[in-house]
């Protein structure tokens, strides 16, 4: 079996109120990954706002972008640079005057790829989502690096086997996960281990649609939340290759095989044993509750 070898980065860091220090750290970790042979690396979501979503009513200025915008400018010259493709999860004011929790993605050229607006919107305590994002409107998105195709989903998106089967079919080879999730101080769920069903559930996609997932999670204390950080990355199989710490700021360079995935795919033969004809019920509206 030929193999196809792709280095990728992750960027887990802890977030603060100063928007500036925010961006000139994250530079400087994208340029350690980049240098380190990373040739796809993804920030977490949000990666230079804190996560303003746990409060409601929030002044929310200061944290818009628009495309191309100052962090489109930035990284900019590190993908030119290193050959290397960015995977900017911002807050985006767009054109048509709608707020939109967005990925934009810069190609090895430097060049801004259409942006990925997240789709699934959570709204629950300290997750006040809906206040300030509209639903995504473009679709999911199908990038390019070089010979690689891939796709990126923005953290609620995770909790839906859909979203990633959907792109699975549509050729993408790694799923990218930006995400901002933790545990709110004090609480604690009566349904059990939140982080372990978190983790489980990106496994599950990976396992199910034979591809590489990656989970980029930011870490530290925010408010009253405590994000996990833990960002990971697995094989095709759903085996854990790499994991972040829960509280260090790290960057995360790990060598995935996607020929791999092919490999997997025909030997559990999910994909050429589905049934679609009897999924129709998926596609239809429920009473929301």
Request: hydrophobic share 35%; net charge positive.
């Amino acid at each position: 079996m030929k193999k196809k070898i792709i280095k990728i980065g992750l960027i887990q860091s802890k977030v603060t109120n100063d928007l500036k220090l925010n961006l000139e750290k994250t530079l400087s970790m994208v340029e350690e990954a980049a240098k380190n042979g990373a040739e796809i690396i993804c920030l977490q979501e949000l990666y230079k706002t804190p996560y303003f979503p746990s409060k409601k009513g929030v002044k929310v200025d200061k944290f818009l972008e628009t495309i191309p915008g100052q962090s489109t400018e930035e990284f900019k010259s590190i993908a030119q640079k290193y050959k290397c493709s960015i995977v900017l999860p911002i807050y985006e004011k767009a054109k048509n005057g709608k707020l939109y929790n967005t990925v934009v993605v810069l190609n090895e050229k430097g060049e801004i790829l259409p942006s990925y607006r997240k789709i699934h919107i959570p709204h629950d305590p300290s997750f006040y989502e809906k206040d300030y994002f509209a639903e995504g409107d473009n679709g999911y998105r199908l990038y390019k690096h070089k010979n690689v195709s891939y796709a990126v989903l923005i953290c609620f998106d995770q909790w839906f086997p859909e979203a990633a089967r959907t792109i699975k079919l549509s050729g993408a080879e790694i799923i990218f996960y930006p995400t901002a999730i933790g545990n709110i101080i004090g609480n604690k769920p009566l349904d059990g281990d939140w982080h372990d069903a978190w983790e489980t559930v990106m496994r599950g996609h990976a396992i199910a649609n034979s591809l590489p997932v990656v989970a980029v999670n930011r870490t530290g204390v925010e408010g009253k939340l405590d994000f996990w950080g833990q960002s990971f990355v697995t094989d095709a199989f759903g085996k854990v290759l790499d994991r972040a710490s829960k509280n260090k700021e790290e960057v995360i360079i790990t060598k995935l095989d996607l020929a791999m995935n092919d490999y997997i795919s025909e030997d559990w033969g999910f994909l050429r044993n589905r049934r679609p004809d009897t999924y129709k019920k998926i596609t239809n509206k429920i009473d929301k509750k």
